[in-house]
């Protein structure tokens, strides 16, 4: 997500130089948004975002913690926020090595500066990303764009939706075992996924939107073509 905002920025910042778009032929983003305030947004929609369709006792206390910068360090706020994790960053349980480390070594640091906040929950102003918002500029990305999502992410649906329709030639997949990070609770399908894409880029045969995403758009990864531009593995 951290990195496809900064795919985003750069194709952005360099549609109209020749070399670097000879040098970016297509691009993939993992559970990316153009918006961050939209995003929390998002994510608190009653019943609909992941934490909005939290029991509302569970959303008011997180809610109240967040308020207070010092509760970040609580044992009530990190037993929250642990359980927290399997529900919408990663399905896979213990999580392995490779993801507790990042967790251990730089969540709070990033969360501090991007967000100028040690919560996850909350969006403070002074955060290096709070102002972060793209929307209005992904009409200028013509390559060929790889969206991909978990069915539990901690980024709902409705902010992929505006990368869909606002990039002009874009494919979308959801991972329906997977939380955010869709590379660890499914690797392989996600490997595949993304190996078939740079496949019919470098090819020519990659196609752009051909309809709206639906749970009946779908398509085996062992299909010898794409009937739509989105699926679900």
């Known amino acids: 997500s951290y990195g496809g905002m900064i795919a985003l920025s750069y194709a952005i910042a360099h549609e109209h130089d020749d070399e670097s778009r000879r040098m970016m032929a297509s691009m993939v983003l ?6 961050i305030v939209k ?19 569970v959303r008011r206390r997180i809610q109240q913690l967040s308020a207070n910068d ?11 926020a642990e359980h927290m994790l399997p529900l919408f960053s990663s399905r896979t349980w213990p999580p392995p090595d490779c993801l507790q480390a990042s967790l251990d070594a730089a969540t709070s640091v990033v969360n501090d500066r991007a967000f100028g906040s040690a919560s ?32 539990h992410d901690v980024v709902p649906p409705r902010v992929i939706d505006v990368l869909e329709d606002k990039i002009p030639l874009t494919e979308r997949i959801m991972f329906l075992d997977s939380g955010h ?3 660890i609770d499914q690797p392989d399908d996600m490997n595949d996924a993304i190996a078939r894409f740079f496949d019919r880029v470098e090819g020519g045969s990659f ?3 051909q309809g709206r995403y639906s749970k009946e758009q779908t398509c085996s990864l062992t299909s010898d073509s794409l009937k739509w531009s989105s699926w679900m593995v």
């Open 70 to 80: 010092h509760a970040y360090q609580s044992d009530e706020f990190l037993v929250l």
């Open 207 to 209: 196609l752009p939107n």
């Open 39 to 57: 995003l929390y947004e998002a994510q608190w929609e009653e019943h609909v975002g992941p934490f909005g369709g939290l029991p509302p006792f």
């Open 181 to 183: 990070l869709s590379m």
């Open 30 to 35: 993992s559970s990316t948004m153009s918006d």
């Open 120 to 151: 996850t929950f909350v969006l403070d102003p002074n955060g290096t990303m709070a102002d972060f918002n793209v929307t209005s500029q992904l009409h200028s990305i013509h390559i060929p764009v790889l969206l991909t999502e978990g069915a």
